[in-house]
């Protein structure tokens, strides 16, 4: 074992840690003068340097940030009273309504993002694509007194400066209808998955069940999301590449199983990953996976060896690159962590594991079930490690009973996962098990989630937290890929 072999072997995760940099340097002011930065740049070139390339992606990340102009400080510019929006999302549920993300539509302000909030009471709401007329104030994003979540600096990077809430129905006016498209058409196809939970579930798990089909819905009782969190469950609820991963193996099985042939079966596998994505909302977590697997499908293809650390990578630098706020999210902070530990550590952690539990018995389905428990256990433990200090960084607590929660809770809901999918395809069929799985997961989380069960420790600072994670890569040896193996 060979402490840096994985950065060695791997050019490319070294220059994205100096975009990281750049992007890091950007939003702590350190901003180089353009000019600086190209005369710089030059010298990158030079054959004479031997880290051109990772001084080069430094400033290709500062200048993205610059670009995308995400200082959240920034104050922002005055809205017109009435302004025209046009919504850029699907109404999503909220505790006291629904929320549309909208952009205004009118000159003077092309890149101006608002968040507007609809009173329950409200009896249509703005579709995708649809242009309406607000009269209501404007208030700048504000964090919760008792929150931890930085609520407001968040949405500032997402672009959004401005928040209206729309108490009756005088307080905006239709303009335009929905647009039509692609994205309409999968707005459309969500809407119909929450119409259906809607008519068969109940108010907490009819959010469950579309958490686990396509990512968390905003409804999803606080309480009960907070129980999730603390029991160390709440990625069961997110979109992750879990959902994607569970999906494709399924399908990739029945292709396989019916002798489809090799280029049709990677054309369809490819073609529903990137559906999914899109029916997912084009989420980090989703759009990471779905990367990584199609790098993974096509590295044959390429006559390629299939690298994971090589495609996280990729996926990684992609997604900063189309949004560089995200490196300052959460839920990319989660998803990019928590998949670069198990693909650094799970087979080092697993294999011992593994060894001791299928050795107590020589029973063949007493072996089996020692093998899927220690690998449940071992994804657990390694994701833990993994997210504990975002979990520190961003909410100043650890939960205790992750472990037990996630060995009891990851085999339901990977179950529940397909069976989501096909009570979606059937229009109903299957909803009386999702219910039975949807009540397993709530008693989980309420028993082991409780407000006692975390350790409260105090916050991390966003840049020790992801010069953490680069010298975690930095250092890392090469990952090991045979279980069997014990020479790496």
Not at 36 to 42: N, P, V
Not at 118 to 144: C, D, H, M, N, V
Not at 361 to 383: H, P, T
Request: glycine share 8%; with cysteine.
């Amino acid at each position: 074992m060979r402490l840096g072999e994985s950065l060695r072997n791997r050019p490319f995760l070294g220059w994205l840690i100096a975009f990281c940099a750049g992007l890091a340097a950007g939003e702590l002011g350190w901003k180089i003068p353009l000019l600086a930065t190209l005369f710089t740049s030059l010298l990158f070139f030079s054959a004479r340097f031997p880290l051109r390339w990772h001084w080069l992606f430094l400033c290709l990340g500062l200048l993205r940030y610059d670009v995308a102009n995400l200082s959240p400080d920034e104050p922002a510019p005055s809205l017109p009273s009435p302004a025209l929006l046009r919504a850029v999302g699907l109404p999503e549920p909220t505790r006291s309504g629904h929320r549309v993300w909208c952009v205004v539509d009118q000159e003077g302000y092309p890149t101006a993002r608002v968040l507007v909030y609809f009173r329950e009471t409200i009896p249509i709401l703005p579709e995708y694509g649809s242009k309406f007329e607000l009269f209501a104030g404007w208030q700048s994003p504000q964090t919760g007194r008792d929150s931890r979540f930085d609520w407001a600096a968040y949405l500032r990077r997402k672009g959004v400066r401005w928040v209206a809430y729309v108490n009756t129905s005088s307080d905006f006016q239709m303009r335009a209808p929905p647009a039509q498209g692609y994205v309409a058409w999968m707005s459309g196809l969500r809407r119909s998955l929450r119409d259906l939970t809607e008519r068969d579930f109940s108010y907490e798990d009819r959010a469950m069940v579309e958490g686990l089909v396509v990512g968390a819905a905003s409804d999803f009782p606080q309480e009960l999301r907070d129980s999730f969190a603390r029991s160390g469950m709440a990625h069961l609820l997110a979109a992750s590449g879990m959902h994607l991963i569970l999906i494709v193996f399924l399908l990739n099985a029945v292709l396989t199983r019916v002798s489809a042939p090799f280029l049709a079966r990677l054309g369809l596998l490819l073609l529903f990953v990137w559906f999914y994505a899109l029916l997912a909302g084009w989420q980090p977590p989703i759009v990471r996976a779905a990367v990584m697997t199609t790098l993974y499908f096509l590295a044959p293809v390429w006559n390629r060896e299939a690298d994971g650390l090589s495609a996280l990578g990729w996926a990684a630098f992609l997604w900063l690159l189309y949004e560089p706020g995200a490196l300052w999210e959460v839920g990319f902070q989660f998803s990019f962590a928590t998949v670069l530990f198990l693909l650094l550590f799970f087979q080092r952690v697993n294999c011992p594991v593994n060894s001791y539990l299928t050795g107590l018995s020589q029973n063949r389905v007493l072996r089996y079930a020692g093998g899927q428990a220690s690998a449940i256990l071992s994804a657990s433990f390694v994701a833990q490690v993994a997210a504990s200090p975002i979990q520190i960084a961003h909410f100043g607590y650890l939960p205790v009973w992750s472990l037990v929660a996630n060995l009891l809770a990851v085999p339901v809901a990977s179950l529940m996962t397909p069976l989501g999918f096909f009570y979606w395809a059937s229009q109903g069929v299957g909803a009386v098990p999702l219910a039975w799985g949807c009540a397993f997961l709530k008693w989980t989380a309420l028993t082991l989630g409780d407000p006692t069960d975390v350790l409260t420790i105090a916050g991390i600072s966003p840049v020790y937290l992801l010069a953490f994670y680069a010298a975690v890569l930095s250092i890392a040896p090469e990952p090991r890929s045979d279980p069997h193996d014990s020479s790496n």
